[in-house]
């Protein structure tokens, strides 16, 4: 009994040792030290190189879309009635389908997104809620965290933007 006892006690020091000992993960650096932190480049006011005027047009137009969101987002409002908001924007600049694509977005909490708005979608956004809307048109793409309130809790400071949505950086 005492045998099987020891050999119990070493079995478990041995597995608690092996918890203990920091595993290195094939292509990793082995090297304890911090990474060395860099300054992050400046980035220009406004893109340095021209889009190609499709995807111009398409993230005008989905920036458009994304504005539209926001403003209508507040506490009592539908989500479906919100969609509708955003499904219109999209008609009007000539992308009336593209909404189908990909999910708009939703109320956000410990998932990416509690549960989408979609058009028959009855449940009211509730005040400072998390919401995501991204809106989508192939190739160009529009998302934030806001809260119902409208205030942006993703915003970027120094990125170009486009109607006070972040804009496609194209450096060249």
């Known amino acids: 009994m005492i ?3 020891v050999l119990r006690a070493l079995v478990l020091t041995a597995a608690f040792a092996a918890a203990l000992t920091p595993v290195t993960c ?7 030290s911090p990474p060395k932190v860099t300054k992050a480049p400046k980035l220009p006011a406004k ?4 889009l190609p005027p499709d995807l111009r047009r398409k993230h005008d137009a989905v920036c458009r879309i994304d504005s539209a ?3 209508a987002t507040a506490p009592g409002q539908r989500w479906s009635d919100i969609l509708e908001v955003g499904i219109q924007v999209y008609e009007e600049t000539g992308f009336r389908d593209e909404w189908r694509h ?11 997104r509690d549960y989408k708005a979609t058009p028959s979608e ?7 809620q998390a919401v995501g809307w991204n809106p989508s ?12 309130s409208g205030e942006v809790l993703t915003s970027m400071r120094n990125w170009p933007t486009c109607g006070g949505r972040p804009d496609l950086l194209c450096r060249g």
Not at 26 to 32: A, I, Q, R, S, V
Not at 139 to 146: F, L, N, Y
């Open 3 to 5: 045998r099987a006892t």
């Open 47 to 50: 893109a340095t190189k021209k």
């Open 69 to 71: 969101l926001h403003a």
């Open 102 to 112: 990909h999910h708009q977005g939703g109320p956000m909490g410990y998932e990416g």
């Open 26 to 32: 094939l292509g990793e650096d082995t090297d304890p």
């Open 122 to 128: 009855t449940r009211r956004v509730v005040e400072n």
């Open 137 to 148: 048109i192939t190739g160009t793409k529009s998302e934030d965290t806001i809260l119902s």
